[in-house]
């Protein structure tokens, strides 16, 4: 590619080029991206379609289950672990680093070694064994003869060693100091001992029942987040995601610092349906950070900006990815609840960094494309128009009806299939073409997004099975020594628990995918939250603190020395990882501070609201709020800071975020009498630096 075609945005009709930036950072992107993955096998010969084949017949049973064949949620919960574990065992190598010798086969990745595909067949009939013997399982419970254990000892350290191979080394460690734990506890410390756990019990517990492995996260992995993972692959393989960045640049673009803009939408609505930050920043990164560096973003506020947007697309209500599932079934819920609660933090995040992009663009003197540069909106619109009708099948069918998600989300990928197949006939037949061909074409689309889809929930159901050891021995009775030692940490106070709650999942995250983290530290902390909370005087939800849980899961995707999404989007930008990072940690305190003020004000996740009117209002004082947080930490607003107005601005963010704990300081009758102190301050700081601004251009002039 010679540099003149580098410089060129739009084709002939209008569209970006892909890689319209540097190529090479492209490629290292999606190297990244793969390493996420623990680095998948590309066998060659025959057996590159044993894993396809796995994958499509996986995705047609849980199609299948959705549709019109009953069966046990128990006996889906063992199947779907069963294919998780052949995906797992025949596709990801023992070791990422070569090995020699006769040890190769361990790091083979252009075949399948006899070695793996055994362990694989050893490890899904391990994991079918509850549904093959089922009723004889339940029936000698708690007298499990010697098969049982061997056979559920066994899907122990398969499960552990398919975790450290897709999921990583973090998980894995956790799961079995845990188990250690709960097998030499009487030998511990006095402040840790309780009665040491047997081996039958803890088979029992762990591979025999639903308590453990089976429990709830890999039942939602099997009845919800499958199909939603389906859907978001078979989205990403027809054209969405190109289609949403477009879509925003058309309409955005030519604002100042336009390309951040249309970055934040565009990895917003992409991370409706992608429940991974680092395949949101392949997929909308590579249009929109070369785009953001032709305007004059330094490369590295380019790179965190993507990385900023796409974090937070999974916080995005109606999908939010796998743990917002599990929070319905954990808290017995109806999943439009868990989108209620959560709707206001998520688009409250997302306008702030809007608004963010804006003030950096105003700090640079940003300008944004030209006409010529920005492509053309009814051309976009026209070409991907039809990738909005799934999703709306989606939104309508989760929030009018109300029916279940899984439902809710089959009758979408139905209608996303149809798309997929007549999308390129149709366009063949509009240029009076032979269609045959567009017809090949889709159907190849929809087998390859099947292949993708039963792939991408490999991670998912190996983390859930495994994170489901660990809720298990908390609930052997681990669980109380923990809560023990989180209030003796945190000395019984509130804030220092959330502190201790949001930094434990910070490093948890560094190591475990959103999920795994999210389900391991609501084990552990969220009913803590709960009840030291009360023994303070504060009521918190369980559905705040659960949301808290998941919140700092997600930002350990960007939190340095780890975070993944940071290096990704690096290679793009050919910038430093590390700072990379660090500026998108900054961005994402915004999203931080939101989690830290709903559990202490719960109007922010509308707990006990029901009007729509007080939603937008709280909606809209929360975004006061947390701008003034933004220009705080980013030291400019309309003009750049004084040391004076920080203080300022952090009183605005309190006055508008915790309006009742104000009221209750100064006696106000009603807390909505609090808004209006925070808005004339806030104006009040829009007077003095305009004035300074007109005295600057009046200088310059």
């Not at 379609?49 to 889906?76: D, E, K, R």
């Not at 955005?252 to 565009?266: E, I, M, N, S, Y």
């Not at 560094?510 to 009360?534: K, Q, S």
Request: aromatic share 12%; hydrophobic share 55%; net charge neutral.
């Amino acid at each position: 590619m010679t540099d003149q075609e580098k410089e060129r945005i739009l084709d002939e009709e209008g569209h970006l080029i892909v890689g319209a930036g540097d190529d090479e950072g492209i490629e290292e992107a999606k190297r990244i991206a793969e390493e996420e993955e623990a680095g998948f096998r590309h066998p060659e010969g025959w057996q590159r379609h044993i894993v396809p084949t796995i994958a499509v017949t996986w995705c047609l049973f849980q199609l299948s289950i959705a549709s019109w064949f009953l069966m046990n949620s128990i006996y889906i919960r063992a199947i779907h672990l069963g294919f998780a574990m052949l995906i797992a065992f025949f596709s990801y190598p023992a070791m990422k680093k070569p090995a020699k010798g006769f040890w190769s086969f361990l790091s083979a990745r252009g075949r399948i070694p006899v070695f793996d595909l055994l362990l694989g067949l050893g490890a899904c009939a391990c994991a079918l064994y509850l549904w093959l013997d089922y009723e004889g399982i339940m029936a000698r419970y708690g007298t499990s003869v010697t098969r049982d254990l061997i056979i559920g000892g066994i899907l122990v350290l398969f499960l552990l060693e398919a975790a450290r191979r897709v999921v990583g080394p973090a998980l894995t460690v956790i799961a079995t100091a845990f188990t250690l734990y709960v097998f030499f506890a009487e030998h511990m410390p006095e402040a840790f001992a309780f009665k040491s756990a047997s081996l039958a019990k803890y088979v029992d517990k762990i591979s025999l029942s639903t308590e453990g492995i089976y429990g709830i996260p890999l039942d939602v992995s099997a009845m919800i987040v499958f199909l939603f993972v389906l859907f978001g692959a078979m989205l990403e393989r027809a054209g969405a995601g190109r289609f949403f960045i477009e879509l925003a640049l058309s309409l955005l673009g030519r604002f100042k610092g336009g390309p951040a803009k249309a970055a934040v939408v565009g990895s917003g609505l992409t991370g409706l349906v992608s429940g991974s930050s680092i395949a949101n920043i392949v997929t909308t990164g590579t249009f929109t950070i070369p785009l953001m560096k032709k305007v004059g973003y330094p490369a590295v506020k380019a790179a965190a900006i993507e990385v900023a947007a796409s974090t937070d697309g999974q916080i995005a209500p109606p999908i939010m990815g796998a743990a917002a599932f599990i929070i319905a079934e954990y808290l017995s819920v109806p999943y439009l609840a868990v989108i209620k609660a959560a709707a206001i933090p998520a688009f409250v995040s997302y306008a702030t960094l809007f608004y963010l992009v804006h003030i950096e663009a105003s700090k640079l003197g940003l300008r944004g494309l030209t006409r010529e540069e920005a492509p053309r909106f009814l051309s976009v619109l026209r070409s991907g128009i039809h990738f909005l009708l799934p999703i709306a099948v989606l939104v309508y069918e989760l929030v009018v009806p109300r029916h279940s998600p899984e439902m809710a989300a089959f009758r979408a990928i139905v209608v996303l299939f149809f798309v997929m197949i007549l999308q390129h006939p149709i366009r063949l037949l509009l240029k009076k073409e032979p269609v045959a061909a567009g017809f090949g074409k889709g159907f190849r689309e929809v087998v390859d997004a099947l292949v993708a889809g039963g792939r991408n929930m490999v991670t998912v159901a190996i983390a859930t099975a495994a994170a489901g050891i660990i809720v298990g021995v908390v609930t052997m009775g681990i669980g109380g020594i923990i809560t023990e030692i989180v209030e003796f940490l945190s000395g019984g106070n509130i804030f220092a628990l959330v502190f201790i709650t949001a930094v434990a999942s910070l490093i948890l995250g560094m190591g475990l995918p959103t999920t795994a983290t999210y389900i391991v530290m609501a084990a552990l902390t969220a009913p803590i939250i709960v009840e030291v909370g009360a023994a303070n005087g504060f009521l918190v939800p369980l559905m705040a603190a659960h949301l808290f849980c998941f919140y700092f899961g997600i930002l350990a995707d960007d939190t340095p020395p780890v975070g993944l999404a940071a290096y990704a989007a690096a290679a793009i930008a050919k910038s430093p990882p590390i700072p990379t990072g660090i500026q998108g940690f900054l961005y994402d305190i915004r999203t931080a501070m939101i989690a830290f003020m709903f559990i202490f004000n719960h109007d922010l996740i509308l707990d006990g609201v029901n009007s729509w009117s007080v939603a937008i209002l709280i909606f809209v004082m929360a975004c006061v709020g947390n701008f003034a947080f933004a220009s705080a930490t980013q030291g400019f607003f309309t003009w750049n800071n004084r040391w004076y107005e920080i203080p300022l601005f952090l009183c605005v963010t309190f006055l508008m975020m915790q309006p009742r704990v104000v009221a209750g300081w100064v006696g106000a009758p009603h807390y909505y009498l609090v808004w209006p102190a925070g808005l004339a301050l806030y104006g009040l700081i829009y007077l003095l630096q305009r004035r300074r601004r007109l005295a600057a251009a009046q200088v310059t002039a």
